[in-house]
C-alpha cells in the first residue's frame, strides 16, 4: 500500500492551496484518513480527520480555512487550504488507517509535501 500525496507549494499569505492524496495498493477498505503536518523544530500534528462515514475533525488553528474532503470510490482525500497564513507552513503528510484484507488496520504515511507561506 502506498500513499501519494502532491499539491503543496509556495503561495502568499492569504492564498490558498489543494492537496491530494491516493490511496494504492492493496485495500480492503480505509478506516481514516488525515492530514497532518510538521513545522520545523515542531512536533508532528493533526490538521484534519475524517472517517469512511464522512466525519470531519479539525486543529482549531484551521478550523473554518481548511476543507478536509474524501472519495471513498478512489481512496483519496484532499485538503483545500484557503486564507493561509505563515503559520501554516510545514510540510503536510497523509496518513490513513487501511484494511489490506487480512483482519487487521495498519497505519499508512505518505511522502509529505512542502506548503510554504510568505507574509
Known amino acids: 500500500v502506498q500513499l501519494q500525496a502532491s499539491g503543496g507549494g509556495l503561495v502568499q499569505a492569504g492564498g490558498s492551496l489543494r492537496l491530494a492524496c491516493a490511496a494504492s495498493g492493496s485495500i480492503f477498505s480505509i478506516n481514516s484518513m488525515d492530514w497532518y503536518r510538521q513545522a520545523p523544530g515542531k512536533q508532528r500534528i493533526l490538521v484534519a480527520a475524517?472517517?469512511?462515514?464522512?466525519?470531519?475533525n479539525y486543529a482549531d488553528s484551521v478550523k473554518g480555512r481548511f476543507t478536509i474532503s474524501r472519495d471513498n470510490a478512489k481512496n483519496t482525500v484532499t485538503l483545500q487550504m484557503n486564507s493561509l497564513k505563515p503559520e501554516d507552513t510545514a510540510v503536510y503528510y497523509c496518513?490513513?488507517?487501511?484494511?489490506?484484507?487480512?483482519?487487521?488496520?495498519?497505519?499508512?504515511w505518505g511522502q509529505g509535501t512542502q506548503v510554504t507561506v510568505s507574509a
Open positions: 475524517t472517517t469512511s462515514g464522512g466525519s470531519t
Open positions: 496518513n490513513a488507517i487501511i484494511n489490506t484484507g487480512r483482519g487487521a488496520f495498519y497505519e499508512y
